[in-house]
C-alpha cells in the first residue's frame, strides 16, 4: 500500500512503519491539529478514548517522522492530562501506555527523553500518589473498572519512573524551566534536526547555569554538574540508582562519588557516601576471575578504614543489615540519649570482600615474581583493618559480624609460624593501638600466638555457627600441628568428630580439613610416629590427586573430565602461593613413611603369596616396581630416586648405604631442626633394617648372637631384644631368646611347597564355609521379612525395628571403635570429597 | 611421692565428706605437713554439721581450749532443730493422720529427704541411709530420687556397708548418663572395699563410655583400672585392651604403675619393669584405695613378668630371673618352681647350669592345618540342618495354606 495513500483511519499503524525505519524519513501524511478545547471537549464527553482518526478538518503537513512523534507524544500527554482532571484511570492507562509505546520506539537512539514526557510522568505519578491517598481516606469506592486501572497505573507508573528518575528529579526541582516552550513552540522548533533541538536544549540550560556562577564540571555529555553538601543526597541517588543498569560508566560514578567524599561535610553524610562508594569500586570490576586493580584495591581500603574511623568516633550512627531502609535524604535528628542511628549496610560484607579480592589477586599475580612479594606486603595492613573491624564490632555487640571478622583474623593467621603471627601483631599495634582492648584477644605486651589462636578459636566455638565451628577447630588443629603438639591436635580431631560428615561439607572447608590431616600428618613424622604420620597422608598422598586435594594448582588431566565450569571453579578455590605446604617434602615424608613400614612387611610376607597382598601403601609399591624393572639405574637425581635407592638399600638389609641416601635427600632443610629429624630417621632405619634381615634371613639360621646383631646395626644390645621380644611376643618372628647364652635361638622353618599350598587350601575352604553362611544368614533374613510382610504388618514392624536397633547399635560400636582407634578414621572424609568431585565430574 | 599422690586431683570430684577419710589417710602417712592437713580438714568440715569434729579440730589448728562461740551456738540450734522433726517424724500419730491425705505425704516425703541430708551433714551416715532409703521407696519425684541415691551410697561408703553400695552403685550406673566423672570417683570407694568389686570395677570402666570419660576427664583413674586388671587373675584378656589405653594416654598421664605396664608390653624391658614394680610398691602403699591390694599387686605384677619372661625365652637363668623379680637366689628358685607347677608352664629346671629350660611347643604346618579345618565340618553341618529346618518349615506352611 502506498504511503500517499494511506487511509487517515490507521495512524497509529503508519507511525509504527515510519518509526521502525528509524530513519529521517519525510512523509506526507494527514494529520490532524488538536485544538485543545476540542479535545478537552471530547475527552470530558466520551471518557473512553478514541482516536484522532475520525478528525475532518485535517490538513496536509510535510513533516520529519521524528516531529510527528514528538506531536503524537505530546497529544498523548495532553490527554493524560485532561482525563487526570476527571479521575478518569481508564483513559489515562491507555493513553498512558501510547505515550510509552511511541516513546520506545522512539528513543532506539541516543536522543533524550523529551521534557514535556518527563513532566507528564511526573505530574502523573504525584497524582497518583494522591488519588491513592483520597481513595483510601474516602469510603466511597471508585467503580471497579476505575479502580483496577488505577492499581495497574500505579505499578506502571513505579516501574517506568524508576527509568527516568534523574530526569523527574531534574524537572521537580525547577518545573518552570523550559515551561515556555509550549507544544506549538517545539512543533515549530522542530522544523530543524533533533539533534540540534538536543543541543539547544542543553545550550540554554548551559547558559542559564553559568549565569548562576555555581559552575564547577562539564560532565561528558556537556552538563554541568556541581556538587555540594546540600545538593550530596540527590546526586548520591541518582548515581545508587543509575548502579547496575546497563550503560552505566562504573568508573564515572566512581569518580563521582569520590568527589561527593570530598564535600561530605556531616559524618552522616561521609557515611552514606562511604557506604556508595566502597560496593561502587568493588563492582568495578564485573567479571569473577579477574582481580581487583590494586590500586583501587588500596583505595578501598583506605575508604574503609575512613568509614571504620567516622564510625568510631561518632557512636552515634551504626550500621546494620536490618535496619530499616531510610528514604529521608537528610540529615536524621539525633537526640543525645536516643539510641544510635542505624543506617542499612553491610560493613562486614566489606571486610569479607576486600579480603576476597585480596586473595583473589593473589591467585592471579605469578608467585615468582616481585609482585607478588609486594602484594603480601599489603596484607599486614588489610589484617589490621580486619582487627580494627573485629573490635568496632565487639563494642557494637554485632555477634554475628563479630565472628565472621574473627574468622578472617584466625584464617590470616592459623598457617603463619610464630615470629610473623609475632611481626603482624605488632605492626598491628602500632598501626591501631587501639587493638589491645578487645576482649576476646586480651592484649598482652608479649604476643603468644597459641594463645591468640586459641582465644579466637574460643570465641568462635561458643559464638560461631557451625561452619565457623567447624573450621576454626580445624584452624587450630593445623596450628597445633604446625607446632609439633601431635597429641593435643589428634585428640581434638577425635573428639569432635570432624570426619563424621567432613565430606558433606562445602569443598573450601573440606580443602582446609585436607590441609589439617597432612599437617597433622607431617607433625607425626617430625616426632617420629612413622605409623600415625603414614596414615594421616595415606588418604591425601595415596591418591595421586594431592594438587587437587590441597587446592594447590590444577592437576593435569589426560583425559580432559572436567567441564570449563569446573575448572573455573577449582581455579577459583586455589590457595595462594604463600599457604601452600611443600608438596616435594610431603610426598619424601609420606614415601619415607611407607618405606619404613613396608620394606619389613614385605620382607615378613616374604615368600607367601597370601601375605604379599597385603599393602601398605600402594604408590610406594607402583614406584618401587617401576624402579626394579629398570634395565639400568643410574645415580639417584630427585627424591624418589633416593628414596628408592633407599629402600632397595633397606631391603638387602644395606641399612648404612639407606641412611646415606635418605640423609642426601636436599628437601629435609625445609623442616625445622633438619638434624633431628635426620637422626630420628636413621634411628629408625636401624630398627627397621634389623627387623627386615630378621625376617628375610631368619630361616637360615639356627641361633643369632645378641651381641653380633647390635653390632651389625649399631645399636644398644638391650633395644636389639626389646625389638626382638616384641616381635616374638607378636608372633611376627617363630624365635625365643637364650639368656644363658645369649642369642635369638630360631624355630623357623620355611614351608615346603606343598605344605604352603596346604595351608592356602585349609584358608580358602574356611572362607568358603564362611561365605556359605553368609548367604544363608542373608536369605534367611530375607524371607523371614516376605513372610512376616505376607502375614502381619505389625509383626513386620517389629522385626525392622529389631534389625534397625541392632543396625544402629552396630553404629554405635563403630563410633566407639573409631574412637579407640585412631589409624582407622583418618582420611575418612577425602575419599569423601574425590566421590563429590567424580559425582560432579 | 607426693607427685604420684592422686588425691588432689581426686578431691573435686567427691563429696566433703567422702574426703574426709582420705585426709585422714594423709595425716597417718605423713606425706604432707600435719599444720596443712588440719586447716584443709577444718576448711572441708567448716560447711557441714559435725560441730563436734569440728571444735576438736579448731582446738588443735589454734591451739588454744577455747571454742569461739559460734561453732557451739551452731551446735545448740542444729540440735533443737533436729529435735522438731525428730518428733514429727517418730510420733506414730502423725504419721497414721499423714498417711490419709495424700498431699500431706508429699509433704511429709519431703521432711524425711530433708532429714536425710542433715543426718548426713551431721555425721550420722546409718540413719541418713535409712531416712533415704524409706524416701525412695515412697517418692516419685525423679530428680530428688537421683539425689537420694547419691546420698545414700554417700553414706554407705561412709558407713563402710559394702554390699548395700555395690548395689547402690549398680543402681546408680543405670540412671545416670551424665556426671560419669562423679560416679568413676564415686564408685572407687566401693570396688576396691568390696570383694567382688575388682570385677565390676573392669566391667564398668572398660565399657566404651567409661573408657572415653577416663581417656578425656580423668586418666589417673588408669591406675586404679591397671591395678584391677593386674591383680585379677581371670581378667588377663582385658589386659590387651588395657595396654592400649596406657599407650594412647601415657602422654597425658603416666605413673609407676602405668608404666610398669608399658614398660613390659609395650619396650618388654624387663630391667625398667623390674624398677618400676619397687616404685609401685611405694606408690601403692600411699593409696588410700590401694593399700589393701599392694601384696597383691606385688604378687600378680610378677606372675605376669615371668609368664612374659618364659614365653619369649628359651633358656632363663634363675639367678638373672630372680634379680628380675626382686627376688633373692633361694625364693627365686621357689618361685620359679611354683610358677611351672600352678600355671604349667612347659619348662624344666637344670639344676647343674642353674637354669629353666622353656620345652617350645612349636605347632607344626600339620598341626596348623588341621587347626583351620578343624570346626568346617560342623560349620557345614549347620548349615545343611538349617536349610532342611527351613525347607521343611516352607512346605508344612504351604499345605497350611492349602488346607485353609
Known amino acids: 500500500m502506498s504511503r500517499f495513500f494511506k487511509g487517515s483511519s490507521d495512524s497509529e499503524s503508519e507511525d509504527d512503519e515510519i518509526t521502525s525505519s528509524d530513519e529521517e524519513e519525510l512523509d506526507v501524511e494527514t494529520h490532524e491539529v488538536p485544538s485543545g478545547a476540542r479535545r478537552r471537549f471530547l475527552k470530558g464527553a466520551g471518557g473512553i478514548e478514541s482516536d484522532e482518526s475520525d478528525e475532518d478538518d485535517t490538513k496536509r503537513e510535510v513533516r520529519s517522522a521524528k516531529d510527528k512523534r514528538i506531536l503524537a507524544l505530546e497529544i498523548s500527554a495532553k490527554t493524560i492530562e485532561n482525563a487526570q482532571k476527571i479521575n478518569d484511570w481508564v483513559a489515562i492507562q491507555n493513553e498512558f501506555d501510547k505515550l510509552n509505546k511511541i516513546l520506545t520506539k522512539g528513543s532506539i537512539g541516543s536522543i533524550a527523553v523529551p521534557r514535556f514526557y518527563i513532566k507528564t510522568v511526573a505530574m502523573l505519578e504525584d497524582f497518583l500518589n494522591e488519588s491513592l491517598i483520597k481513595e483510601k481516606e474516602s469510603k466511597k469506592k471508585m467503580n471497579a473498572m476505575n479502580a483496577r486501572a488505577l492499581n495497574t497505573m500505579k505499578q506502571k507508573i513505579k516501574k517506568n519512573n524508576r527509568l527516568y528518575e534523574v530526569e523527574i528529579e531534574k524537572w521537580r526541582l525547577n518545573p518552570e524551566e523550559n515551561d515556555e516552550e509550549t507544544p506549538t513552540e517545539v512543533v515549530k522548533k522542530k522544523k530543524v534536526d533533533l539533534d540540534d533541538f538536543d543541543e539547544t536544549l542543553a545550550d540554554e540550560e548551559f547558559e542559564k547555569e553559568d549565569a548562576e556562577g555555581d559552575f564547577i564540571t562539564v560532565s561528558k555529555y556537556n552538563k554541568p554538574i556541581e556538587y555540594t553538601s546540600e545538593n550530596l543526597f540527590k546526586k548520591l541517588r541518582e548515581v545508587m540508582e543509575a548502579r547496575g543498569k546497563k550503560n552505566t560508566d562504573r568508573l564515572e560514578q566512581i569518580k563521582i562519588l569520590q568527589k561527593l567524599l570530598e564535600v561530605a561535610i556531616t559524618p552522616y553524610q561521609q557515611i552514606r557516601v562511604l557506604l556508595a562508594l566502597i560496593p561502587a569500586q568493588f563492582d568495578y570490576n564485573p567479571s569473577m576471575s579477574n582481580y581487583m586493580n590494586v590500586d583501587m584495591w588500596k583505595s578501598t581500603l583506605k575508604e574503609i578504614n575512613q568509614l571504620l574511623m567516622i564510625l568510631e568516633t561518632n557512636p552515634k550512627y551504626i550500621i546494620h543489615e536490618s535496619a530499616e531502609e531510610e528514604l529521608l535524604d537528610k540529615e536524621p535528628i539525633i537526640e543525645v540519649d536516643q539510641t544510635p542511628f542505624a543506617i542499612r549496610g553491610s560493613f562486614v560484607s566489606f571486610i569479607d570482600r576486600l579480603d576476597d579480592e585480596f586473595t583473589k589477586s593473589l591467585q592471579n599475580i605469578d608467585p615468582h615474581t616481585t609482585d607478588y612479594v609486594d602484594r603480601l606486603k599489603d596484607e599486614t595492613e588489610l589484617y589490621a583493618t580486619i582487627v580494627r573491624g573485629q573490635i568496632y564490632f565487639e563494642k557494637n555487640l554485632l555477634n554475628e559480624s563479630t565472628s565472621r571478622v574473627v574468622m578472617r583474623r584466625l584464617e590470616h593467621l592459623y598457617y603463619k609460624p610464630d615470629q610473623v603471627i609475632q611481626t603482624v601483631e605488632n605492626s598491628v599495634k602500632q598501626i591501631f593501638p587501639e587493638s589491645s582492648k578487645s576482649t576476646i584477644t586480651p592484649a598482652s605486651s608479649e604476643v603468644d ?39 593435643v591436635a589428634r585428640d581434638m580431631l577425635l573428639m569432635s568428630h570432624l570426619q563424621d560428615n567432613i565430606h558433606q561439607s562445602d569443598v573450601g572447608t573440606q580443602i582446609l580439613h585436607n590441609r589439617t590431616m597432612v599437617q597433622v600428618g607431617l607433625c607425626a613424622f617430625r616426632d617420629g610416629m612413622i605409623k600415625e604420620a603414614q596414615s594421616c597422608l595415606q588418604d591425601i598422598c595415596g591418591t595421586g590427586r594431592v594438587k587437587e586435594l590441597l587446592a594447590q594448582g590444577l592437576q593435569l588431566q589426560k583425559y580432559a573430565q572436567h567441564p570449563p565450569e569446573q575448572e573455573k571453579l577449582d581455579r577459583q578455590r586455589q590457595l595462594p602461593f604463600h599457604m601452600h605446604i611443600n608438596l616435594e617434602l610431603l610426598e619424601c615424608a609420606y614415601l619415607t613413611c611407607s618405606m619404613l613400614l613396608e620394606i619389613p612387611s614385605m620382607a615378613a610376607a616374604g615368600s607367601n603369596p597370601e601375605a604379599r597382598k597385603k599393602i601398605i601403601s600402594k604408590p610406594f609399591r607402583r614406584m618401587l616396581d617401576f624402579n626394579e624393572r629398570q634395565v639400568f639405574s643410574g645415580p639417584p637425581e630427585n627424591t624418589r630416586d633416593h628414596i628408592m635407592g633407599a629402600a632397595k638399600a633397606l631391603a638387602a638389609g644395606e641399612w648404612q648405604r639407606c641412611q646415606e641416601l635418605i640423609s642426601a635427600i636436599k628437601i629435609w632443610d625445609l623442616m625445622p631442626n633438619t638434624q633431628n629429624i635426620k637422626d630420628m630417621l636413621n634411628r629408625k632405619i636401624q630398627e627397621e633394617g634389623l627387623r627386615t634381615y630378621l625376617f628375610t634371613y631368619s630361616s637360615h639360621y639356627v641361633t643369632l648372637g645378641l651381641d653380633q646383631l647390635a653390632n651389625m646395626f649399631s645399636l644398644p644390645v638391650n633395644s636389639v631384644t626389646s625389638i626382638i621380644s616384641k616381635m616374638i611376643w607378636n608372633e611376627e618372628l617363630a624365635a625365643s631368646l637364650d639368656q644363658v647364652d645369649n642369642n635369638v635361638v630360631l624355630h623357623r622353618v620355611e614351608p615346603t611347597k606343598v605344605q604352603q599350598l596346604a595351608l592356602s587350601f585349609a584358608e580358602k575352604a574356611a572362607s568358603f564355609v564362611e561365605a556359605n553362611e553368609r548367604t544363608l544368614e542373608q536369605k534367611q533374613t530375607s524371607g523371614q521379612n516376605q513372610r512376616d510382610q505376607q502375614r502381619q504388618k505389625g509383626q513386620s514392624n517389629q522385626q525392622h525395628q529389631n534389625t534397625e536397633k541392632r543396625t544402629t547399635h552396630h553404629q554405635k560400636n563403630n563410633q566407639q571403635r573409631v574412637r579407640n582407634n585412631f589409624n582407622n578414621v583418618l582420611g575418612n572424609s577425602v575419599k569423601g570429597r574425590t566421590q563429590q568431585n567424580r559425582y560432579r565430574a | 611421692m607426693a607427685n604420684y599422690d592422686l588425691i588432689p586431683r581426686m578431691i573435686p570430684y567427691l563429696d566433703r565428706h567422702l574426703v574426709l577419710p582420705l585426709l585422714n589417710f594423709l595425716s597417718s602417712n605423713k606425706i604432707y605437713p600435719d599444720h596443712d592437713l588440719f586447716k584443709a580438714k577444718y576448711e572441708l568440715l567448716a560447711k557441714t554439721n559435725m560441730v563436734d569434729f569440728i571444735s576438736e579440730l579448731y582446738i588443735e589448728i589454734h591451739g588454744d581450749k577455747e571454742v569461739p562461740s559460734e561453732v557451739l551456738q551452731g551446735l545448740e540450734t542444729l540440735q533443737t532443730e533436729a529435735q522438731k522433726v525428730m518428733d514429727i517424724i517418730t510420733n506414730p500419730e502423725v504419721i497414721a493422720a499423714l498417711r490419709q491425705d495424700k498431699l500431706q505425704n508429699l509433704h511429709f516425703l519431703k521432711e524425711k529427704y530433708g532429714f536425710g541430708q542433715f543426718q548426713y551433714n551431721c555425721g550420722i551416715y546409718g540413719g541418713a541411709s535409712d531416712m533415704l532409703y524409706h524416701f525412695r521407696v515412697l517418692s516419685t519425684d525423679h530428680d530428688l530420687n537421683l539425689s537420694a541415691l547419691w546420698g545414700k551410697l554417700a553414706s554407705d561408703i561412709l558407713d563402710c556397708n559394702w554390699d548395700a553400695t555395690l548395689e547402690e552403685v549398680q543402681k546408680l550406673k543405670e540412671t545416670i548418663d551424665q556426671k560419669r566423672t562423679w560416679f568413676i570417683h564415686w564408685s572407687i570407694f566401693v570396688f576396691f572395699n568390696h570383694p567382688k568389686g575388682r570385677d565390676s570395677i573392669i566391667d564398668v570402666f572398660l565399657s566404651p563410655f567409661y573408657v572415653n570419660t577416663i581417656q578425656t576427664s580423668c586418666p589417673w583413674i588408669l591406675r586404679y583400672l591397671t591395678t584391677a586388671v593386674v591383680t585379677n587373675k581371670r581378667r588377663k584378656n582385658n589386659l590387651k585392651d588395657l595396654i592400649k589405653i596406657i599407650q594412647q594416654e601415657s602422654y597425658e598421664y603416666k605413673d609407676p604403675i602405668t608404666e610398669f605396664i608399658e614398660s613390659l608390653y609395650v619396650k618388654f624391658d624387663f630391667e625398667g619393669a623390674q624398677h618400676k614394680l619397687k616404685e609401685c610398691e611405694e606408690v601403692l602403699s600411699n593409696d588410700f584405695f590401694l593399700v589393701a591390694t599392694k601384696m597383691e599387686f606385688i604378687e600378680n605384677a610378677r606372675y605376669l613378668i615371668s609368664e612374659t619372661y618364659c614365653r619369649i625365652h628359651l633358656k632363663i637363668d634363675i639367678s638373672g630371673l630372680s634379680q628380675t623379680l626382686n627376688l633373692g637366689q633361694e625364693e627365686g628358685e621357689k618361685w620359679i618352681v611354683n610358677l611351672i607347677r600352678d600355671t604349667r608352664v612347659d619348662a624344666k629346671i637344670d639344676f647343674k647350669e642353674n637354669t629353666v629350660i622353656m620345652n617350645q611347643n612349636h605347632t607344626s604346618i600339620y598341626q596348623q592345618v588341621i587347626e583351620r579345618t578343624k570346626g568346617l565340618s560342623f560349620r557345614s553341618q549347620v548349615l545343611a540342618s538349617t536349610i532342611e529346618k527351613r525347607e521343611a518349615h516352607q512346605l508344612t506352611n504351604a499345605i497350611e495354606s492349602v488346607t485353609e
Open chain 1, 449 to 487: 600466638s597459641t594463645e591468640l589462636i586459641h582465644s579466637l578459636c574460643v570465641y568462635l566455638y561458643k559464638k560461631g555457627e557451625s561452619l565457623h565451628r567447624t573450621r576454626a577447630m580445624l584452624c587450630h588443629i593445623y596450628h597445633h600441628a604446625l607446632h609439633n603438639r601431635f597429641y
